[in-house]
């Protein structure tokens, strides 16, 4: 745990599940970056030892490097909001979401960070569809997939974000503590939708930087039928919630779910 007379200002993290092949190195990269980054790694359990590789690096970076270990593989919305609530609890300024498989360059880190640091940001995405942004390597299906859902996503809720479902994100810590956490019903790739529009809706400034996203060379895709399914199906429920003026209060933060998550890894005795 950091120290609390450490001055702390950015946190990555990064969820995993099976990513053997890629932690060490996604790790060692973030730490070559010229900013202060901790990383926070989530792990779910992942049956190849991703976390025990994890945890052989802590004394190597003693005080920046840190993991949760959960059971089971409960999802990728549930893995961020655990890490956001950890990283709340400990005053991280701006809080960085990113994959294990490189797909993201941890170099372009740096300028989300700054666009909200300097650039006046709340909410900065690293964008494939933008001016400057890029997909490597991808099949064209994937491509026109992942195009696809984001205009249905732009033109069923409105909302001005051209690469809705990218999850290279940071956010200011005042975002995530104005926002209801625990509102947030994805847990698969749908979640990167709900957490842009929730933050729209909530007036943060949301702005969009170039990145060149790549696909990965190692481990395995998680993409499958049920996410494509969740995506279509959540994006008209959000819409439809949208609607009711009780939504804006839902998504207000509920001030005891960051206290009640400190209590409960105090008794559970989990911290790392």
Known sequence: MPSKTERLENLVIIPTYNEKDNIENIIRAVFTLHKDFHVLVIDDGSPDGTAQ??????????????????????????????????????????????????????????RLV?????????????????????????????????????????????????????????YRKEVL?????????????AFQIEMKFAAWKLKFKIAEVPITFVDRKFGVSKMNKGIVKEGILGVLRLKWQSHFKDYHKRMKNNTDAVAKFSSDKAMAGTDS
């Open 53 to 110: 590789i994890v945890k052989s690096l802590q004394a190597e970076f003693a005080g920046k490097l840190f993991i949760e270990e959960r059971k089971g593989k409960l999802g990728l919305g549930t893995a961020y909001i655990h890490g956001f609530k950890w990283a709340i609890e400990r005053g991280y300024p701006f809080i960085c979401e990113m994959d294990a498989d490189f797909s993201h360059n941890p170099a372009d880190l740096e």
């Open 114 to 170: 700054n666009a909200c640091k300097t650039q006046g940001a709340d909410v900065a995405i690293g964008s494939r569809y933008v001016k400057g942004g890029a997909v490597a390597n991808w099949p064209k299906n994937r491509i026109f997939l992942s195009k696809g859902g984001s205009l249905y996503t732009r033109i069923i809720t409105w909302m001005p974000v051209k690469d809705p479902t990218a999850g290279f994100v940071c």
């Open 177 to 189: 503590e104005t926002m209801n956490l625990d509102g947030i019903s994805f847990v698969g790739y």
